[in-house]
T-cell receptor
Framework: DQQVKQNSPSLSVQEGRISILNCDYTNSMFDYFLWYKKYPAEGPTFLISISSIKDKNEDGRFTVFLNKSAKHLSLHIVPSQPGDSAVYFCADQAGTALIFGKGTTLSVSS | NAGVTQTPKFRVLKTGQSMTLLCAQDMNHEYMYWYRQDPGMGLRLIHYSVGEGTTAKGEVPDGYNVSRLKKQNFLLGLESAAPSQTSVYFC??????????????FGSGTRLTVV
């Protein structure tokens, strides 16, 4: 069974609006979840993380929310910009390696 | 500071051929990883290493071998390439001491096509 699930393959948002990307997980024992952003022909780059002892972490336009009872986390981007168009991966720090979801392609139109 | 460097960037192989992908990092990181990315599948862990001379299997290790003879290098080998190994391969490294963003650095990828 997938440890990290991103059920929406794609999301389209208008510039200036909020983008919400979702991630569900099955592992009950974890330390951190991380979000990575990936542009075509480049490696993933770290965006934001959240630890198991927090419900929210904010960094500029990016906020990650963690709902432990629902085993769900979400990434909010406000306001969305065309440069945010990329693939976003949710990742679980499981043991010694990152376990990734399948990714969500975000398209922000101007 | 180059970070994580992958060579080659592109390669086309015939079925049955062998090749080695090289990952080099200059950050003195303990941990190194090989992932593959396929459409709709995200990044899946192939093999990883927690230090020089060590290797371990990840989620999809079949058909691949790895070696970590030097701390800065992590090699991924395909002994007999198959079309199913057509993918984009990413190497990553991180320090052994986890902090903040967990300090993973990814290379820019190797696009491999097996025909």
């Amino acid at each position: 069974d997938q440890q990290v699930k991103q059920n929406s393959p794609s999301l389209s948002v208008q510039e200036g609006r909020i983008s919400i990307l979702n991630c569900d997980y099955t592992n009950s024992m974890f330390d951190y979840f991380l979000w990575y952003k990936k542009y075509p022909a480049e490696g993933p780059t770290f965006l934001i993380s959240i630890s198991s002892i927090k419900d929210k972490n904010e960094d500029g336009r990016f906020t990650v929310f963690l709902n432990k009872s629902a085993k769900h986390l979400s990434l909010h981007i406000v306001p969305s910009q065309p440069g945010d168009s990329a693939v976003y991966f949710c990742a679980d720090q499981a043991g010694t390696a990152l376990i990734f979801g399948k990714g969500t392609t975000l398209s922000v139109s101007s | 500071n180059a970070g994580v460097t992958q060579t080659p960037k592109f390669r086309v192989l015939k079925t049955g051929q062998s090749m080695t992908l090289l990952c080099a990092q200059d950050m003195n990181h303990e941990y190194m990883y090989w992932y593959r990315q396929d459409p709709g599948m995200g990044l899946r862990l192939i093999h990883y290493s927690v230090g020089e001379g060590t290797t371990a299997k990840g989620e999809v290790p079949d058909g691949y071998n790895v070696s970590r003879l030097k701390k800065q290098n992590f090699l991924l080998g395909l002994e007999s390439a198959a079309p199913s190994q057509t993918s984009v391969y990413f190497c990553a490294s991180r320090a052994g001491d986890l902090q903040g963003n967990y300090g993973y650095t990814f290379g820019s990828g190797t696009r491999l096509t097996v025909v």
